[in-house]
Structure formats: structure tokens, C-alpha cells
């Protein structure tokens, strides 16, 4: 996807939706809503969010969360920095439709350049990596 992509979490975002969220490019919330990944508390592995949460946030915040399925709200989903504001819940889309026109006004080609820069620094990190630990590397596109 190369147009800019907005998430609007108005309430519970855990398991797929928080997986979902995060494959967003930004993410507004409500003030009321909650956050958790808890696919470890039915013995399963949150894929997505296993990979895209530690690049979010601190890696040891994101283990945690991915290792205990705890709860976190707006707050502190916002204060970890994988929100990237907090709207009180009856202006919450009204913030979503401004950002997103603010977006539209945009140069759609230089949107699209720049998500591309972005994975492909991804896939330049892990050749970084991989040298360094002495690997052949995992290329995923990103």
C-alpha cells in the first residue's frame, strides 16, 4: 500500500485489530481506548505484531506485552509512542477525517516514495545485521 494509512481505535484494539492497527502508518485514539496482544494467554503467537510491535516501541515493552498479553490504555500506548495522538471519543473521527484530508492534499507520488524508502531501509537493516552476526540475510521486501 502506498497511500498513507490511518488507524481510528475507538475502544478495544487487541489480538488482529491491534495487528491491524499497527500495520497503519498513523494511529489516532480514542481516550478511552485499550490495547493488548493476548494470544500467549490461549498458547498462540501474535505473528504480525511480533515483528511490527518491537519496531513501535521499546523492544523490552514490546516483549512484555508479547510475552504476558497485558493491557495497556491510550495513555500509555500513546506515552510508548505506537499512538500517535489521543482525542476524546466524539472527536476522535473528526481528527481522523482532518488528518486524512490534510493527507489527500498532499503529493500522492511523494506519499508513495516515501513508504518505499521506508521498507526498503528495512530490508538495508537486516543486510546490516546480518553481517554483523555473521548470517545470510532474511530478505522480506521491507
Do not use: Q
Amino acid at each position: 500500500m502506498n497511500k498513507p494509512v490511518i488507524a481510528a481505535v475507538n475502544g478495544i484494539c487487541c489480538g488482529g485489530g491491534l495487528e491491524i492497527a499497527l500495520s497503519c502508518d498513523i494511529i489516532l485514539a480514542a481516550e478511552h481506548a485499550s490495547f493488548a496482544l493476548p494470544e500467549i494467554r490461549s498458547g498462540t503467537v501474535a505473528d504480525a505484531a511480533s515483528v511490527k510491535l518491537p519496531k513501535r516501541i521499546p523492544y523490552h515493552i514490546a516483549m512484555e506485552l508479547l510475552l504476558t498479553g497485558r493491557w495497556l490504555d491510550a495513555e500509555e500506548a500513546n506515552r510508548w509512542g505506537f499512538v500517535n495522538h489521543i482525542h476524546k471519543a466524539e472527536e476522535l473521527m473528526d481528527r481522523a477525517w482532518e488528518t486524512a484530508r490534510l493527507l489527500e492534499s498532499g503529493p500522492p507520488l511523494v506519499y508513495a516514495a516515501i513508504k518505499e524508502v521506508v521498507r526498503d531501509a528495512e530490508d538495508m537493516m537486516e543486510g546490516f545485521n546480518a553481517f554483523a552476526e555473521k548470517r545470510d540475510p532474511v530478505w522480506k521486501g521491507k
